[in-house]
T-cell receptor, first 112, second 113 residues
Framework: DVKVTQSSRYLVKRTGEKVFLECVQD?????MFWYRQDPGLGLRLIYF???????EKGDIPEGYSVSREKKERFSLILESASTNQTSMYLC???????????FGPGTRLTVT | GENVEQHPSTLSVQEGDSAVIKCTYS??????FPWYKQELGKRPQLIID?????GEKKDQRIAVTLNKTAKHFSLHITETQPEDSAVYFC????????????FGTGTRLKVLA
């Protein structure tokens, strides 16, 4: 069974703080993704990675960066958190392109 | 940019009735169309998917149809049950830039007992 875990379920940070969200998958998947989920907006892709040390911008990358130093781990970084980054963040992984994405449980981030 | 439109945003049906959710995509090169179900407080999970070389796919009470010419695809749930209540997301692959998925905005389905 594929397992995707995220470092925190709930996180509260202050404006201007640097925030790290971590995602780990245990199925040797090549591809990893970060989405944010907001009511009425669905799932929007922030960044994704098809290989170690590789990253691609998604549809809403502004204010975010990522790191993938190991195949199983994909980190999302908010360099200077802002209130408009309050959201649910979902990590996902897939074996290959055009295959099922497995999602983590999500991190609900609140920036005050 | 490429996008996926999903309708309706909310849908209420009586238990036992059918539910249909529709999505339209813009990238004519899209070739993979998954549907995800997200129950309250849980992660999205794949329930069915279809590839562009197939027009319809069924799995028990759920089915997906694809019309490549019109660039739309639909999720059909028959004999709905209370446990079908959830948010459903459609998605379409796109090769605009790098291969990735674009998700619809979701449909909240309520099955009334």
């Amino acid at each position: 069974d594929v397992k995707v875990t995220q470092s925190s379920r709930y996180l509260v940070k202050r404006t201007g703080e640097k925030v790290f969200l971590e995602c780990v998958q245990d199925m040797d998947h090549e591809n990893m993704f970060w989405y944010r989920q907001d009511p009425g907006l669905g799932l929007r892709l922030i960044y994704f990675s098809y290989d170690v040390k590789m990253k691609e911008k998604g549809d809403i990358p502004e204010g975010y960066s990522v790191s993938r130093e190991k195949k199983e781990r994909f980190s999302l970084i908010l360099e200077s958190a802002s209130t408009n980054q309050t959201s649910m963040y979902l990590c996902a992984s897939s074996l290959a392109r055009g295959r099922e994405q497995y999602f983590g449980p999500g991190t609900r981030l609140t920036v005050t | 940019g490429e996008n996926v439109e999903q309708h309706p945003s909310t849908l209420s049906v009586q238990e036992g009735d059918s539910a249909v959710i529709k999505c339209t995509y813009s990238d004519s090169a899209s070739n993979y169309f998954p549907w995800y179900k997200q129950e309250l407080g849980k992660r999205p999970q794949l329930i069915i998917d279809i590839r562009s070389n197939v027009g319809e796919k069924k799995d028990q009470r759920i089915a997906v149809t694809l019309n490549k010419t019109a660039k739309h695809f639909s999720l059909h749930i028959t004999e709905t049950q209370p446990e079908d209540s959830a948010v459903y997301f459609c998605a379409a692959s796109t090769t605009s830039g790098t291969y990735k998925y674009i998700f619809g905005t979701g449909t909240r389905l309520k099955v009334l007992a």
